[in-house]
């Protein structure tokens, strides 16, 4: 065989010149009354979906299942966090062509090995892999999509991800199951022609004990950044053209014509000081002393405790953990209409176009405007909100009846 799986851990070394699976789980972690089931992700990287299967596996009922990853690429950051759980995580490091042709026949010697009740594909290319592994392994085993993405038209894809999206739709029939984090992402999926008689949403859920009102971690988080008093609007959010920067940048500049106190922070992959763009445009727009760029960050919990207004400036979402954190921490939102967020948000925070710097302006400004209790009533509603419809409990008990109904699938329905 042309290729193996790498676990992620540092003492477990690249190898691609032979394969031996046997090893990677242990009687320990599959018992005879759980299920074993494989995820197989397309990356495992700081982003929302990968974040969300974390989560998931850190609360999924190990007395029902059983859970592996393969991950396509590399272990990520995330990596490390799983194989922590217990959860044994095989990467197939599809960075080179010889790889790539190799990866489906990896896995499917890995599907052929174990005998998976289920297998959960997690984004685009995750998708293409499971399904191509488990028809080379000539299995039955049920396989579900699951779309993690939003979207806006082939066009803002790039030329591989077209062929894969298309792909997906064409698969997507065949499949016995297909899981969308938001009903947008359903609806615009399904009009490009993604099918079949289980699509089921499930939305992302958060962490209601990590992420809470805590003002005293705010308020040492302030005075750290030496903010004082004023009035702080922050928006979380890696560096890329969907997210809308350069928008929030602008509507900043607008802000501060009326409220020259506030103070604007910026957190996410590629928000930096060496980040010549973003450099760029705060020197355009004269925003020197008004904006800090904090980077990646694994404080956001306490970060979202010092905004007084949390904002989403993007161009194209499903659903962004991003404003469920923010709202699960008490803090009104101001929001882009994309994806899910205008249901997300609701009545705790405003919703704008997107590509609409002065409406982000006038939104943040009205909401920067209420008096203390009015943003303190806002504050409640979006955690109320989020208690009650996202809490990452509830949400991962959705994932393990959905499993249940597809481990009963026969082979009928295969494809």
């Known amino acids: 065989m042309a290729g193996t799986p790498q676990r992620t851990g540092g003492s477990v070394q690249p190898v691609m010149e032979h394969l031996d699976i046997s090893s990677v789980v242990s009687g ?17 990287g700081t982003g929302g979906a990968e974040q969300m299967l974390l989560k998931i596996l850190q609360r999924l009922d190990r007395r029902q299942f059983a859970p592996m990853v393969v991950s396509l690429l590399d272990g990520g950051t995330v990596g490390r966090r799983i194989e922590e759980l217990g959860v044994p995580v095989v990467c197939l490091r599809m960075d080179r062509w010889h790889r790539i042709v190799a990866a489906p026949f990896v896995l499917a010697q890995l ?5 998976f009740v289920l297998i959960q594909g997690w984004m685009y290319h995750g ?5 191509a592994g488990r028809w080379l392994a000539g299995s039955k085993t049920p396989l579900s999509f699951g779309i993690r993405q939003s979207f806006y038209g082939l066009a803002r894809e790039r030329f591989n991800t077209r062929w894969v999206m298309r792909m997906n739709a064409w698969l997507s029939g065949r499949m016995q199951g297909c899981l969308f984090n938001s009903r947008f992402s359903l609806k615009t999926h399904g009009d490009f022609g993604f099918r079949g008689h289980n699509m089921r949403v499930i939305p992302n859920g958060f962490d209601l004990d990590a992420y809470m009102p805590r003002p005293e971690r705010g308020a040492a988080l302030r005075a ?4 004082g008093g004023a009035p702080v609007v922050g928006m979380v959010a890696r560096f890329h053209p969907m997210k809308g920067h350069h928008d929030f940048l602008q509507a900043a500049a607008i802000v501060r014509r009326t409220l020259p106190q506030v103070k604007f922070l910026l957190v996410g992959t590629g928000v930096t000081g060496r980040n010549r763009q973003l450099a760029a445009w705060i020197e355009e727009l004269d925003l020197n002393n008004a904006v800090l760029l904090m980077g990646e960050r694994t404080d956001i919990a306490d970060l979202n405790n010092v905004f007084d207004i949390a904002c989403l400036a993007s ?3 499903a659903f962004p953990n991003v404003m469920g954190e923010a709202m699960a921490c008490g803090i009104p939102c101001v929001s882009t209409d994309v994806g899910d967020c205008a249901d997300i948000v609701g009545v705790a925070g405003r919703i704008v176009p997107p590509g609409d710097p002065a409406s982000l302006a006038a939104a943040v400004l009205e909401l920067l405007n209420l008096d203390r209790q009015g943003r303190q009533d806002l504050g ?4 109320c909100s989020v208690v009650a419809r996202f809490d990452m409990q509830g949400v991962v008990r959705q994932y393990e009846r959905y499993f249940h109904s597809l481990v009963g699938c026969s082979d009928s329905d295969q494809g």
């Open 315 to 317: 161009r194209a979402e």
């Open 111 to 115: 599907i052929r090995r174990h005998r």
């Open 28 to 44: 320990s972690m599959i018992g005879r009354m759980s299920k074993p089931i494989l995820f197989v992700t397309t990356t495992l």
């Open 127 to 131: 998708n293409v892999v499971a399904w």
């Open 224 to 227: 750290e950044l030496e903010l």
């Open 380 to 383: 409640r509603a979006a955690r």
